[in-house]
């Protein structure tokens, strides 16, 4: 058998060029869509103070971000615009519009192209981590133009939209809808329009949460649904229900 033989001289020195502090390798990009993964890179960053990382599978279909939201969004739209005209009589016109970096062109060809800019920034300027939900009011920046009560009719009509999609779209049956506190701000048409909804049997079990005792009991009388009121006060869970 053929042995090979390897001298180590003991005084000689070499300099060690540590490039652990500039670049550290990782797996496909894919894990780094999971909150676990950006924990770690985070615990190493601040141990080590690494400039980048190095990794493969930027642009495979792991990474298809913009196509998933797009997807969600397209299809979220118009049960979002069908309860917020419920709740509304129909008087305005909402909208959410999806905002991306990849639906201007080659994801990959922006990036490259803002690479210089992103070194004088110190951050990326370009991909999907920009993406943006613009929320809209007859074409305007709701959160700009919309009173509190359109505000928080837009923001209750997205979490009912959000239940309805997750019902038909989602794989662990009929979710259970809990509104805290919501009636506050709101015109009294909206209150009974939004009660009247979810006081159905498409919406199944829901749970209500109130401050104010008199206008829930004025609600709940207007309404007739199968019910049970309860009442906490001081840490004390009391059951009220006639």
């Given at each position: 058998?053929?042995?090979?033989?390897?001298?180590?001289?003991?005084?000689?020195?070499?300099?060690?060029?540590n490039q652990v502090d500039f670049c550290v390798g990782t797996g496909r990009m894919g894990l780094a869509l999971q909150k676990e993964y950006m924990d770690q890179l985070k615990l190493v960053q601040g141990e080590i103070g690494f400039k980048h990382i190095r990794g493969h599978g930027l642009?495979?279909?792991?990474?298809?971000?913009?196509?998933?939201?797009?997807?969600?969004?397209?299809?979220?739209?118009?049960?979002?615009?069908?309860?917020?005209?419920?709740?509304?009589?129909?008087?305005e016109i909402v909208n959410i519009?999806?905002?991306?970096?990849?639906?201007?062109?080659?994801?990959?060809?922006?990036?490259?192209?803002?690479?210089?800019?992103?070194?004088?920034?110190?951050?990326?300027?370009?991909?999907?981590?920009?993406?943006?939900?613009?929320?809209?009011?007859?074409?305007?920046p709701i959160k700009r133009e919309g009173s509190q009560g359109q505000n928080k009719t837009f923001l209750i009509s997205m979490k009912l939209a959000q239940f309805d999609y997750l019902k038909e779209k989602g794989q662990r049956g009929m979710p259970i809808l809990l509104l805290d506190d919501i009636f506050d701000k709101l015109d009294e048409y909206r209150v009974e329009q939004i009660v009247k909804m979810v006081s159905s049997n498409r919406f199944g079990q829901i749970f209500i949460t109130d401050t104010n005792s008199e206008r829930l009991d004025k609600i709940i009388k207007r309404q007739a649904f199968d019910h049970k009121l309860f009442r906490v006060e001081e840490g004390v869970v009391s059951d009220v229900s006639d």
């Open positions: 058998m053929k042995t090979n033989s390897i001298k180590i001289n003991n005084n000689t020195v070499v300099d060690f060029k642009f495979t279909d792991d990474m298809a971000i913009y196509q998933k939201r797009k997807e969600f969004t397209d299809g979220f739209l118009p049960v979002f615009q069908r309860i917020y005209n419920e709740l509304s009589k129909e008087s519009e999806y905002k991306s970096h990849a639906a201007e062109g080659d994801l990959l060809q922006l990036i490259s192209s803002s690479r210089e800019r992103d070194k004088i920034m110190g951050f990326s300027l370009k991909g999907v981590h920009r993406d943006e939900l613009e929320l809209k009011l007859n074409d305007y």
